[in-house]
């Protein structure tokens, strides 16, 4: 499987097993502070999610997701120290309708990334950080029991009933904000008094916000799939108020993935966000 280099030049064909695991994002990051990423996959006319006739909850579109796109996602997270996901991951999983539980795959096309992980002397499986503004979050010994260090991050307005029945099935709940809004340097902060300085947000277009806002995140990875969906309910990038000062980004990486027999074709891209 290969894929056409179009950015950084020069333009050539590159293999996509390890194109973002040669990223090497545990490398290139400043050791004096966190490095925050993110990824999305979205429709040419910008959709990431479109309501769900049965539940009635925002999903990734079947028509856009694709194996290709989540071998890139795998070694996005291969690479985490933690995975940032929000509560209402939490219910979909528990109602059965996430589109996975989180990585890493233990399925053998995978085994590799789990090797890497191996040799760099991390744990088999990056710790969860679950934003939540309420607490309401199901049973959660799926990602206990999977990932070992399951943190529930949430605002300082919260009932301390609900953090010790949370603290109870073994997470821990981190307060990273005021009232009952997580705020993104607060977090990050906290994640590393922790230890856990490469952060993978595997959450949706309001924790994007956040990330932007607060100006922490480093880096925005997209797959643009040649595809125009429509819809009158969906998800876009970012939700919530507009961002003052915009957030400007520069072109780190592009490459191309040409159309196949089930695919119409798409774009890997990656931008580093511009500090102020």
């Known amino acids: 499987m290969?894929?056409?280099?179009?950015?950084?030049?020069p333009v050539e064909m590159v293999?996509?097993?390890r194109l973002y695991l040669n990223h090497n994002l545990r490398a290139v990051r400043d050791p004096s502070r966190a490095f925050v990423y993110t990824n999305f996959i979205a429709s040419l006319d910008g959709r990431i999610a479109l309501e769900c006739p049965r539940t009635g909850t925002a999903v990734v579109p079947g028509e856009i997701a694709n194996p290709r796109d989540w071998r890139l996602f795998e070694e996005l997270a291969a690479q985490a120290d933690v995975l940032l996901t929000t509560g209402r991951y939490m219910r979909?999983?528990?109602?059965?309708?996430?589109?996975a539980i989180l990585p890493l795959s233990e399925e053998p096309a995978y085994q590799d990334l789990r090797d890497w992980r191996r040799a760099q002397g991390l744990a088999a499986q990056p710790a969860v950080v679950?934003?939540?503004?309420?607490?309401?979050?199901?049973?959660?010994?799926?990602?206990?029991?999977?990932?070992?260090?399951?943190?529930?991050?949430t605002g300082s307005d919260v009932d301390a009933a609900r953090i010790g029945a949370i603290e109870a099935q073994g997470a821990r709940v981190i307060v990273?904000?005021?009232?009952?809004?997580v705020r993104g340097q607060a977090l990050i902060e906290a994640l590393r008094g922790e230890g856990l300085n490469l952060?993978?947000?595997?959450?949706?277009?309001?924790?994007?916000a956040t990330l932007l806002s607060d100006r922490v995140l480093?880096?925005?990875?997209?797959?643009?799939?040649?595809?125009v969906l429509g819809s009158e309910s969906y998800d876009t990038l970012v939700e919530g108020q507009r961002l003052y000062p915009p957030a400007d980004v520069q072109l780190h990486s592009l490459y191309y993935d040409a159309p196949g027999e089930a695919s119409p074709g798409q774009l890997f891209a990656s931008y580093a966000v511009t500090p102020l």
């Open 2 to 9: 290969t894929l056409m280099k179009l950015f950084p030049t």
């Open 176 to 181: 990273a904000g005021q009232g009952r809004r």
């Open 15 to 17: 293999p996509l097993e």
């Open 130 to 153: 679950v934003l939540s503004a309420s607490l309401d979050i199901p049973l959660m010994e799926p990602l206990i029991g999977r990932h070992g260090r399951v943190y529930i991050a």
């Open 92 to 99: 979909q999983l528990a109602r059965g309708d996430a589109q």
């Open 218 to 227: 480093d880096r925005l990875y997209l797959t643009q799939v040649h595809r």
């Open 199 to 208: 952060i993978y947000s595997t959450a949706g277009p309001k924790v994007l």
